[in-house]
């Protein structure tokens, strides 16, 4: 599975943004996927995770109630909608492919990442 993350960039403290990551090889609809972000001088961290149909999630707290996953199986896609984002949310964000059918929080647990979009919120 290949992986190609996109829509990242600049954007006010409020305002929002909306991930892709285009996912290429057959198994794609059988495997949960994620989005991890990476901030300067930080550990990588999980965001979100979506189960292979997409009827489960899971956030990390600090996201919750602002971010969204989803994923369309057709397209092989899976999105993030990040609204009211914060400066903390800066960072690299990282989408990933699983070995799993559900959503999981441990990076250990995916196999696939793709190279990452810059996100910046300003104050």
């Known amino acids: 599975v290949q992986l190609q993350a996109s829509g990242g960039g600049l954007v006010q403290a409020g305002g929002s943004l909306r991930l892709s990551c285009a996912a290429s090889?057959?198994?794609?609809?059988?495997?949960?996927m994620g989005w991890f972000r990476q901030a300067p001088g930080k550990e990588r961290e999980f965001v979100a995770s979506i189960s292979w149909t997409g009827g489960s999630t899971y956030y990390t707290d600090s996201v919750k109630g602002r971010f969204t996953i989803s994923r369309d199986n057709a397209e092989n896609t899976v999105y993030l909608q990040m609204n009211s984002l914060k400066p903390e949310d800066t960072a690299v964000y990282y989408c990933a492919a699983s070995g799993q059918l559900n959503p999981v929080a441990i990076a250990d647990e995916y196999h696939y990442w793709g190279q990452g979009t810059q996100v910046t919120v300003s104050s």
């Open positions: 090889g057959r198994t794609f609809s059988s495997r949960a």
